[in-house]
C-alpha cells in the first residue's frame, strides 16, 4: 500500500480559529479519504478526493488534494466543540492502513 | 440496513482464554477488516480480506486469527488473551475504498 505521513499528530486550538492537518505521500496518489472519529467512536467516512488539485467543501470543512497527488489537506474554518476529535487520511489499496491521524482539541 | 455489526460491545477475560469476536455486514462488501485502538492511539491493522476465502495479515496480527467464510462473517479469534491484548477493536467493511466501521467491542484482559 501507498505510505502517507499525517501531521500535525495534535493540535489544541481556542474555539472561533482556524484548523488544518496534512497528509503527505513520497509517492502518486490514486485518491485520498479522509474520516473523522469523535471521542469513544468510531471511524466514519467524510469525503474521497480523486482529481489533482480538486478542492471539496463541507460546510466549514476544505478538502484538497494537491497538484501532484502527494498531499492532501482539511482545513476548518473557526472551529466548534463540535470538531474534536481525530482526523484520518488513510492509505488507499487492499491494506487500509489508518495510522495516528490528528488528534484536535478545541478549548471552549 | 444495520450496516456493520460487532459483537460483543464489552467483554472483560482473563489471562489465557480464548474469545471470538464477531463481525457481520449486511452491505455484501468483499473487503473487510479488523483493527486495534489503544487509548490515545491511532488504528492498527490487525487483518483484511479481500473477499469470502481470503484473509492476509495486518501490521499487527501476533495473537490473532481470522477466517472468511462467508461475505458476511468475518470473526476475530484471540487465543491465550493476555494483557498487551487489552483494547479496543473496530471491524470494517469496505467497498470503492470507502470503509464503513462496527461500533466497536471493548475488551479488557486481567
Known amino acids: 500500500g501507498q505510505q502517507v505521513m499525517q501531521i500535525p499528530q495534535y493540535q489544541h486550538v481556542q474555539e472561533g480559529e482556524d484548523f488544518t492537518t496534512y497528509c503527505n505521500s513520497s509517492t502518486t496518489l490514486s485518491n485520498i479519504q479522509w474520516y473523522k472519529q469523535r471521542p469513544g467512536g468510531h471511524p466514519v467516512f467524510l469525503i474521497q478526493l480523486v482529481k489533482s488539485g480538486e478542492v471539496k467543501k463541507q460546510k466549514r470543512l476544505t478538502f484538497q488534494f494537491g497538484e501532484a497527488k502527494k498531499n492532501s489537506s482539511l482545513h476548518i474554518t473557526a472551529t466548534q466543540t463540535t470538531d474534536v476529535g481525530t482526523y484520518f487520511c488513510?492509505?488507499?489499496?487492499?491494506?487500509?492502513?489508518f495510522g495516528t491521524g490528528t488528534s484536535l482539541t478545541v478549548i471552549p | 440496513n444495520a450496516g456493520v455489526t460487532q459483537t460483543p460491545k464489552f467483554r472483560i477475560l482473563k489471562i489465557g482464554q480464548s474469545m471470538t469476536l464477531q463481525c457481520t455486514q449486511d452491505?455484501?462488501?468483499?473487503?473487510m477488516y479488523w483493527y486495534r485502538q489503544d487509548p490515545g492511539m491511532g488504528l492498527k491493522l490487525i487483518y483484511y480480506?479481500?473477499?469470502?476465502?481470503?484473509?492476509d495479515k495486518g501490521e499487527v496480527p501476533n495473537g490473532y486469527n481470522v477466517s472468511r467464510s462467508t461475505t458476511e462473517d468475518f470473526p476475530l479469534r484471540l487465543e491465550l488473551a493476555a494483557p498487551s491484548q487489552t483494547s479496543v477493536y473496530f471491524c470494517?467493511?469496505?467497498?470503492?475504498?470507502?470503509?464503513?466501521f462496527g461500533q466497536g467491542t471493548r475488551l479488557t484482559v486481567v
Open positions: 480480506s479481500v473477499g469470502a476465502g481470503i484473509t
Open positions: 452491505m455484501n462488501h468483499n473487503y
Open positions: 488513510p492509505t488507499t489499496g487492499n491494506q487500509f492502513y
Open positions: 470494517a467493511a469496505a467497498r470503492d475504498l470507502r470503509a464503513f
